[in-house]
């Protein structure tokens, strides 16, 4: 044989070597776990690809892994179910399996998976799983109460002091929140109109989809100061359907010019784009005796912002009038605020600019945050100032 084909015979096997898939018995799991701790996700995931792995099931858990990290769900579900059927007692195939279930946004399937696990043997590592899952829902009771099992679990001390610290965080959001608000308002025209209240409540959760809110404080108009009593009961999922929320206020101010002013608005999630909403107000005050009005309104999300449509029906002594005003609603969120701006045509012809903005969860120290101030002005010089302030659990 010539030294010509010896050279191409040479590079034909070096070719074959390469081509050749790698034997998955050669592969270590532990070369793949050093390649994940590094941060070369893509490498360790490319030579498992091009690896034969179909006899290690320690290498499938890695590739599932790893394809899950990359939100290729349905891939990395087939091989774990076939794991779980060929190997019953890995459970910690049932663990990854559950956690790209909730990742999915199918906490029900999530739920079944672990609870099967949890039938052969308990572990502090599903019940973490579960709370987790109930913390993306806001079901906060349910989450202190796996948090707490969890801690309850565990048996190794550093892992210990890192479930309890997760459990009293949880318990955070299921404390109730004292709160101070301030709100004012400005009219050039009217200046006998003009208010400013000051009040100190609590908001207070319940349960999982429960929340009430109390507050008390005062009232400064030009030539009287009144009381003012609140309170607001807000109630969505797991009571209500998951896509639904129902929010009620009851408002009294006393004095000479007393008022008693209740609302409710029921929401509704017509898709990931649409909300429908049916907002009732009754208002008692001064000679007004019978006044109410009822909004219907559709809200629909653009990429970088909404924009809702509200038409309002207003009932008082003279009947209904089905067609008293229309608002036109664009929210523009920004990094750090949002900017509100508001058309409104009222009966008569009558139209009205209004343009304002948000900001919310502003840390002034150790103890207090601006939860929320919110202002708007419009084009008959009335404006409003609202700032609530929460003092931190």
Not at 165 to 183: C, G
Not at 238 to 251: C, Q
Not at 323 to 334: E, G, M, R, V, W
Request: a positive charge; charged letters at 25%; proline letters at 3%.
């Amino acid at each position: 044989m010539n030294m010509k084909y010896k050279i191409i015979l040479f590079i034909f096997i070096l070719i074959l070597l390469f081509t050749i898939p790698i034997m998955g018995k050669d592969l270590e799991a532990s070369y793949i776990q050093e390649l994940i701790s590094k941060g070369k996700r893509d490498k360790a995931l490319k030579l498992l690809n091009n690896t034969d792995i179909e006899s290690n099931p320690d290498l499938l858990y890695y590739k599932a892994l790893l394809l899950s990290w990359n939100e290729e769900y349905e891939l990395a579900l087939d091989i774990l179910t076939d794991l779980i059927k060929k190997h019953p007692d890995r459970l910690d195939f049932y663990n990854q399996k559950a956690r790209i279930y909730g990742w999915m946004g199918n906490y029900k399937k999530a739920s079944e998976i672990i609870e099967r696990a949890q039938k052969k043997e308990i572990s502090p590592v599903r019940t973490t799983i579960l709370a987790q899952h109930a913390e993306w829902q806001n079901k906060w009771f349910e989450a202190v109460k796996l948090r707490k099992k969890a801690f309850e679990q565990v048996e190794d001390n550093e892992l210990k002091t890192e479930y309890k610290s997760k459990w009293r965080k949880a318990r955070k959001n299921i404390l109730p929140t004292n709160f101070i608000k301030m709100e004012f308002t400005y009219n050039e025209d009217n200046q006998s109109d003009l208010y400013s209240n000051i009040l100190l409540g609590q908001e207070r959760p319940i349960k999982d989809g429960l929340k009430i809110e109390g507050s008390g404080g005062i009232r400064f108009l030009k030539n009287e100061i009144n009381f003012l009593a609140r309170t607001n009961l807000s109630i969505k999922r797991p009571i209500l359907p998951p896509k639904m929320s129902l929010d009620s206020n009851l408002n009294f101010s006393g004095g000479k010019n007393s008022e008693i002013h209740y609302n409710s608005k029921l929401n509704y999630i017509l898709n990931s784009k649409n909300t429908l909403g049916l907002f009732i107000n009754f208002y008692e005050f001064n000679d007004q005796k019978d006044y109410q009005t009822v909004e219907l309104q559709n809200e629909y999300k653009y990429k970088n912002s909404v924009i809702t449509f509200k038409n309002t029906s207003r009932h008082n002594v003279d009947g209904w009038n089905y067609d008293f005003s229309q608002h036109l609603d664009l929210y523009y969120p920004f990094d750090s605020y949002l900017l509100h701006l508001t058309l409104s045509h009222y009966d008569g012809g009558e139209y009205v600019f209004r343009a304002g903005f948000e900001i919310s969860d502003i840390f002034l120290n150790e103890e207090w945050k601006i939860n929320n101030l919110y202002s708007w002005l419009n084009n008959k010089s009335t404006g409003m100032i609202n700032v609530k302030l929460d003092r931190k659990k």
